[in-house]
Nanobody
Framework: QVQLVESGGGLVQPGGSLSLSCAAS????????MGWYRQAPGKQRELVAR???????????DYADSVKGRFTISRDSTKNTVYLQMNSLKPEDSAVYYC??????????????WGQGTQVTVSS
């Protein structure tokens, strides 16, 4: 089984930055993508950013429209770790952020692995 451990959440002022990390233990070679979802109170869990793990599209990123130009996802293959650099943070970015390793680029998340979540709060 794959286990995911997130770190880097916290409290930041609007306009500030945070960096999240997610370290995977176990093999993720059979997975298609790795990235981050978030869920705010009263809202559905939504994709924030993800990166393609292999194939000819290895390294291809994908971002939610709401974070394009502000967030950057990257991966350290040696450490099986994905990072999310979050800049120009807004209060609406406040949520619990969950790391995810996905079986599919498109479709349901059945069979995916999830981290336990890390809280990001953007407030003055």
């Amino acid at each position: 089984q794959v286990q995911l451990v997130e770190s880097g959440g916290g409290l930041v002022q609007p306009g500030g930055s945070l960096s999240l990390s997610c370290a995977a233990s176990g093999s993720i070679a059979s997975f298609t993508a790795m990235g981050w979802y978030r869920q705010a109170p009263g809202k559905q869990r939504e994709l924030v950013a993800r990166i393609r793990l292999g194939g000819v599209l290895r390294g291809l990123p994908d971002y939610a429209d709401s974070v394009k130009g502000r967030f950057t996802i990257s991966r350290d293959s040696t450490k099986n770790t994905v990072y999310l650099q979050m800049n120009s943070l807004k209060p609406e970015d406040s949520a619990v952020y969950y790391c995810n390793v996905a079986k599919r680029w498109v479709g349901v998340t059945t069979g995916d692995y999830w981290g336990q979540g890390t809280q990001v709060t953007v407030s003055s």
